[in-house]
């Protein structure tokens, strides 16, 4: 009697999901493999985003497997729906279509997402996005022009990419953090300064160990009552 071909979901079309197709075609040609990604593009390099900013890429080099990969490894692809909630006692995956999937095999691989933290004022900011995404990039690209001040809410990798795919671009640059030194979490002071120097030169304006306590229509007022005017936030922190 044939067995029952296992089923695989995998929440997460980025490279730790496709990393997982690729072990699972490797001893299970056969099993079935549903890909749930809110994202309605093929898979990409999401550090490629900043590179596309500059005009170094393109949507179509970003692309890290091929067009027919999806196809090549027959997989059911359901891009722009979001896993609302996940049953493990029935081993099912409800969309936010309302569709069920059931599975034998489920893996979470959706990544990190940007933290916007409660600061006052922040929901009534109208240019203001995030940079994690494809989407988030094109939505920067819409709003970005030579006049503009753009204020970059984090010091983190993201927070500094984001700085380099525009700085040609805006008018200025400011990148403020909590933190003492930019890219804390993996740099030591040495190689901090060396960083911050380094896009100092190119221009970008560093407020260090402080934060954001106020949104007032363009103008962001810090916790030791400073004022910077902006036209577009982005949020990194």
Same mark, same amino acid.
């Given at each position: 009697? %044939?067995?029952?071909?296992?089923?695989?979901? $995998? $929440?997460?079309?980025? #490279?730790?999901?496709?990393? =997982?197709?690729?072990?699972?075609?490797? $001893?299970? *040609?056969?099993?079935?493999?549903?890909?749930?990604?809110?994202?309605?593009?093929?898979?990409?390099?999401?550090?490629?985003?900043?590179?596309?900013?500059?005009?170094?890429?393109?949507?179509?080099?970003? *692309?890290?497997?091929?067009?027919?990969?999806?196809?090549?490894?027959?997989?059911?692809?359901?891009?722009?729906?979001?896993?609302?909630?996940?049953?493990?006692?029935?081993?099912?995956?409800?969309?936010?279509?309302?569709?069920?999937?059931?599975?034998? *095999?489920?893996?979470?691989?959706?990544?990190?997402?940007?933290?916007?933290?409660?600061?006052?004022?922040?929901?009534?900011?109208?240019?203001? =996005?995030?940079?994690?995404?494809?989407?988030?990039?094109? %939505?920067?690209?819409?709003?970005?022009?030579?006049?503009?001040?753009?204020?970059?809410?984090?010091?983190?990798?993201?927070?500094?990419? =984001?700085?380099?795919?525009?700085?040609?671009?805006?008018?200025?640059?400011?990148?403020?953090?909590? #933190?003492?030194?930019?890219?804390?979490?993996?740099?030591?002071?040495? #190689?901090?300064?060396? &960083?911050?120097?380094?896009?100092?030169?190119?221009?970008? %304006?560093?407020?260090?160990?402080?934060? &954001?306590?106020?949104?007032?229509?363009?103008?962001?007022?810090?916790?030791?009552?400073? %004022?910077?005017?902006?036209? $577009?936030?982005?949020?990194?922190?």
């Amino acid at each position: 009697m %044939k067995s029952e071909k296992m089923k695989y979901v $995998i $929440i997460g079309n980025s #490279a730790a999901g496709i990393g =997982c197709v690729e072990g699972i075609r490797q $001893i299970d *040609k056969d099993g079935s493999i549903v890909i749930i990604t809110d994202e309605p593009h093929h898979t990409y390099s999401r550090p490629l985003i900043s590179y596309l900013m500059q005009g170094k890429t393109t949507r179509e080099k970003m *692309k890290y497997r091929s067009d027919s990969f999806y196809i090549d490894n027959k997989i059911t692809f359901l891009s722009g729906l979001k896993a609302d909630k996940i049953n493990a006692e029935e081993k099912t995956v409800e969309l936010s279509d309302k569709k069920i999937i059931h599975y034998d *095999k489920l893996l979470v691989a959706t990544g990190s997402r940007s933290f916007i933290p409660p600061i006052a004022g922040i929901e009534k900011v109208d240019n203001k =996005c995030t940079f994690m995404t494809l989407d988030d990039a094109q %939505k920067l690209e819409n709003m970005i022009s030579p006049e503009k001040k753009v204020l970059i809410v984090g010091a983190g990798l993201v927070g500094l990419k =984001c700085a380099e795919g525009i700085l040609s671009r805006v008018t200025s640059i400011t990148v403020i953090d909590l #933190a003492t030194q930019v890219l804390a979490s993996i740099l030591d002071k040495e #190689a901090s300064i060396m &960083v911050q120097k380094v896009f100092e030169e190119k221009g970008v %304006k560093f407020i260090l160990s402080k934060s &954001v306590r106020l949104f007032n229509g363009k103008i962001a007022v810090l916790n030791d009552n400073t %004022k910077i005017d902006y036209n $577009i936030v982005v949020m990194e922190a």
